[in-house]
Nanobody, 127 residues
């Protein structure tokens, strides 16, 4: 069982940066794959980034590639999302997710493939 708690959201102007954190409980954190999703008002939850349990590979949505970086620190049971060059289109509630099983490039983008979710943190980017 894993419990996830996000933090680091806030309001920022376009072009700015934020770093989101997601702290997890559970002794087997290092064996979980981790991801970030986001959901804007009136829209479906969408995939943002994914990192393997080893932390050796990461994958990104096309809309954030080159601007966002996902990383994990297993010693701190934490996954991060560094967000740079933010635009108003990045405004959303951001959620971290975890699962015990490695996911394919297709399934990693599907929210219901993840068993554990945080409560979300709001990111607002103004123009």
């Amino acid at each position: 069982q894993v419990q996830l708690v996000e933090s680091g959201g806030g309001s920022v102007q376009a072009g700015g940066s934020l770093r989101l954190s997601c702290a997890a409980s559970g002794r087997t954190f290092s064996t979980y794959v981790l991801a970030w999703f986001r959901q804007a008002p009136g829209k479906e939850r969408e995939f943002v980034a994914y990192i393997t349990w080893r932390g050796d590979r990461s994958y990104y949505a096309h809309s954030v590639k080159g601007r966002f970086t996902i990383s994990r620190d297993d010693a701190k049971n934490t996954v991060y999302l560094q967000m740079n060059s933010l635009t108003p289109e990045d405004t959303a509630v951001y959620f971290c997710a975890a699962d015990e099983s490695p996911l394919s490039i297709t399934t990693m983008q599907v929210p219901n493939k993840y068993d554990y979710w945080g409560q979300g943190t709001q990111v607002t980017v103004s123009s």
